[in-house]
């Protein structure tokens, strides 16, 4: 089944601990993107990435970091989390970013900072 | 600036009676636009796109949605609403960030279907 992974679905952290959440998608989609999601604000885009090895900043990339040494995978890291970083978080990918096939996202991580 | 606008929080129809959900947009050149939908504690659901074509435009599980180039608009309608359509829905249009590839969203809309 074609799909996007992300792990963990939901995790409470503390201020301060470094973690990951990783994404995995098997379509083999070039482009990849990481969405935060809150309330009265939609979704606004973190980070997103071309291929492997290119990744830019999105609208909102501050205490964010990403990576992309291979195709399938793109995992968002939160160096310092701060109790602003809560949010539901979203991964998505597409074959073409977007100008035809738009987006498939993942089902989300809850993410709650103490 | 790029932008997409849902004007309504919510939408409340009875099931049965038709629904529409609106959405308004702002970007330079063509559209590309979106509807997703999102429901309780799942990811987001592609429901349809406009990219060139036909204004009307159908998707998934009924819906379809109406471009307007005059009105820049892009509202999401179905002839009759389902109980299980209760969600939030979210239009998005593809922004031009320095990839080209970002997709800008409303805030969303939820809509409540009520039996």
């Known amino acids: 089944e074609a799909q996007v992974t992300q792990n963990p679905r939901y995790l409470i952290t503390v201020t301060g601990k470094k973690l990951t959440v990783t994404c995995s998608q098997n379509?083999?989609?070039?482009?990849m993107s990481w969405y935060r999601q809150d309330p009265g604000l939609g979704l606004r885009q973190i980070y997103y990435?071309?291929?492997?090895?290119?990744?830019d900043k999105g609208d909102v990339p501050e205490g964010y970091k990403v990576s992309r040494k291979e195709k399938r995978n793109f995992p968002l890291i939160l160096e310092s989390p701060s109790p602003n970083q809560t949010s539901l978080y979203f991964c998505?990918?597409?074959?073409?970013?977007?100008?035809?096939?738009?987006?498939?996202f993942g089902s989300g991580t809850r993410l709650t900072v103490v | 600036a790029q932008s997409v606008a849902q004007p309504e929080d919510q939408v409340n129809v009875a099931e049965g009676n038709p629904l529409t959900v609106k959405c308004t947009y702002s970007?330079?050149?063509?559209?590309?636009l979106f509807w997703y939908v999102q429901y309780p504690n799942r990811g987001l659901q592609f429901l349809l796109k406009?990219?060139?074509?036909?204004?009307l435009v159908k998707g998934s599980y009924g819906f379809e949605a109406e471009f307007n180039k005059s009105q820049t608009s892009f509202h999401l309608k179905k002839p009759s609403a389902l109980v299980s359509d209760s969600a939030l829905y979210f239009c998005?249009?593809?922004?031009?960030?320095?990839?080209?590839?970002?997709?800008?969203f409303g805030k969303g809309t939820t809509l409540s279907v009520s039996s």
């Open positions: 970007v330079s050149g063509n559209p590309y």
């Open positions: 406009y990219i060139t074509g036909d204004n």
């Open positions: 990435s071309m291929n492997v090895e290119v990744t």
């Open positions: 998005a249009v593809r922004g031009l960030n320095q990839a080209g590839t970002a997709l800008i």
């Open positions: 998505a990918s597409s074959p073409d970013g977007g100008k035809g096939y738009g987006y498939t």
């Open positions: 379509m083999n989609h070039e482009y």
